[in-house]
C-alpha cells in the first residue's frame, strides 16, 4: 500500500510579507514616482492581493515613510555605532559627512526619491525626510559641543551655522550628482567641505581668517562642487 507525502507550502511570516511589501514600494516609487505610482502596482510588485497590502499599512503615505525611514536606519545606525569609537570631535564630524555622501552616492533612486517625491508631500504631516534632516543635524551640533568643550573648536562657533553650512554643501553634492549622473569623489568632496568648514572654526588658528576669505574659501568649494 502506497503512502502520498504532503508537503506543507511555508507561508511567509508577517515580518517577511512586510519586507516584500516595503521593497516593492521602494521600486514602484523610484521608478514610477510617489504620485504616480500606486497601491495596485505594488501589489503586483510584490505578488500579492492589494487588500493584502492595507492588512499593514493604512495609506501610500504610510508606506512611503517605511521605505524611507529604513533607508535612513541604515546610515544612522552606522553612524551612531561607529561614533563613540572615533578619537576626536573633528574625526567624528569628518565621518559623519563621509557617510552622508556614500549614502548618497550607492543610491541615486533614493536620491530621486527623496528630492522629487518625499518633499513635496503637501499635507499637514511632517515630512521623515525633515525629521531625519534635523536628528543628522542634532548628532553634528552635539559633536561640534563636544569639540568647543574640550578646545578643538572656538568658543565661539555657532553649532548651528556649522550645521547648515556642512548640509548646504552636501546639498549642493546631491543636486551636482542627481543633474550630472557623475559620480560622486567621496574623499575629495569631503576634504573639500571639512578643510572650509574647519578652518572658521578650528582653535588652533593662531589668528581668526577674516570674513572676506571665509567667503572667498566657500565660493571655491561651491566652484568645485557645482556642475558645470
Known amino acids: ?6 508537503t506543507k ?9 512586510i519586507d516584500t511589501i516595503v521593497e516593492s514600494a521602494r521600486k514602484v516609487f523610484c521608478t514610477s514616482g510617489f504620485q504616480k505610482g500606486s497601491i495596485d502596482e505594488i501589489a503586483k510588485e510584490a505578488g500579492i492581493a492589494e487588500g493584502t497590502i492595507y492588512r499593514y499599512f493604512d495609506s501610500k503615505r504610510d508606506l512611503l515613510d517605511e521605505v524611507l525611514r529604513r533607508h535612513y536606519s541604515i546610515l544612522f545606525d552606522g553612524v551612531e555605532q561607529t561614533l563613540p569609537i572615533i578619537e576626536g570631535a573633528s574625526n567624528r564630524l569628518l565621518y559623519i559627512i563621509r557617510r552622508i555622501l556614500l549614502m548618497i552616492s550607492e543610491d541615486r533612486s533614493m536620491c530621486r526619491l527623496r528630492q522629487i517625491h ?3 508631500i503637501d499635507d499637514e504631516r511632517p515630512s521623515l525626510s525633515h525629521d531625519q534632516n534635523r536628528r543628522m543635524a542634532a548628532l553634528m551640533r552635539n559633536e561640534i559641543k563636544k569639540g568647543m568643550a574640550d578646545g578643538s573648536f572656538r568658543l565661539d562657533t555657532s553649532p548651528s551655522i556649522v550645521c547648515y553650512m556642512i548640509g548646504g554643501a552636501v546639498e549642493i553634492t546631491e543636486y ?5 549622473g557623475r559620480a560622486i569623489d567621496i574623499d575629495k568632496v569631503t576634504e573639500s567641505i571639512w578643510r572650509t568648514i574647519h578652518s572658521g572654526m578650528s582653535s588652533s588658528d593662531a589668528t581668526a581668517e577674516s570674513l572676506t576669505g571665509l567667503v572667498e574659501r566657500f565660493e571655491q568649494a561651491a566652484d568645485r562642487l557645482d556642475p558645470k
Open 1 to 6: 500500500m502506497s503512502t502520498t507525502t504532503v
Open 9 to 17: 507550502i511555508k507561508r511567509p511570516s508577517k515580518g517577511q510579507r
Open 118 to 120: 518625499a518633499r513635496q
Open 176 to 180: 551636482s550628482f542627481m543633474k550630472t
